[in-house]
């Protein structure tokens, strides 16, 4: 990645993208939490699903445009106020943080092809499934996805706590790089 020693902040692509999988994140696994409200087989239950693989797919796409932008784009330098051990930490965090941004969805896509589910984008494209059903498999896989997802979870809480800290009492500019310009 391109460091740019004149930047003092990530550039509006990839601020957005980053505050995009934030949004994203928030979507699928909050609306999992809805299910329960409607009979297994209703329509309101069946959107649900819909929406939770559809936004997965979505986090999976965005991704895959984030690593080569932050790769190939200029981005500032480590923030003054990082000490070279939580600089250490954070890249840590970052690269778990997109490992399990990847692995996550693509488990969960796994799995909806145990079920023998098609996996649908928002409608606009449909992938059917292109191995057997195994319901033993499944269950199986839908555990890991959950423990993946939940790791995900905390990890992105963890990171968020880190940079209000840094914002609030810390008082440096590791939240402001990534926030919107005002």
């Known amino acids: 990645m391109p460091i740019d020693p004149t930047l003092t902040r990530y550039g509006a692509p990839l601020r957005a993208l980053h505050w995009l999988t934030v949004l994203s994140i928030?979507?699928?696994?909050?609306?999992?939490?809805?299910?329960?409200?409607?009979?297994?087989?209703?329509?309101?239950?069946?959107w649900i699903w819909w929406?939770?693989?559809s936004v997965g797919l979505l986090v999976l796409a965005l991704v895959a445009i984030r690593i080569p932008a932050r790769v190939f784009g200029a981005t500032p330098?480590?923030?003054?106020a990082l000490s070279r051990p939580v600089k250490i930490a954070s890249e840590a965090a970052h690269g778990l943080l997109y490992l399990l941004l990847i692995v996550t969805p693509i488990v969960g896509i796994y799995l909806s092809f145990l079920r023998g589910n098609e996996v649908s984008f928002f409608s606009l494209f449909t992938i059917p499934s292109p191995i057997?059903?195994?319901?033993?498999?499944?269950?199986?896989?839908?555990e890991v996805h959950e423990l993946l997802a939940n790791a995900l979870v905390i990890l992105a809480l963890l990171h968020a706590a880190a940079a209000v800290i840094h914002h609030v009492v810390l008082k440096d500019d590791v939240l402001k790089r990534m926030l919107p310009e005002r």
């Open 51 to 53: 929406t939770h693989i």
């Open 77 to 80: 330098p480590a923030s003054t």
């Open 26 to 46: 928030i979507v699928v696994f909050g609306i999992t939490y809805v299910e329960q409200f409607f009979p297994r087989g209703s329509p309101e239950r069946g």
């Open 132 to 142: 057997a059903v195994d319901r033993t498999a499944a269950r199986q896989v839908q």
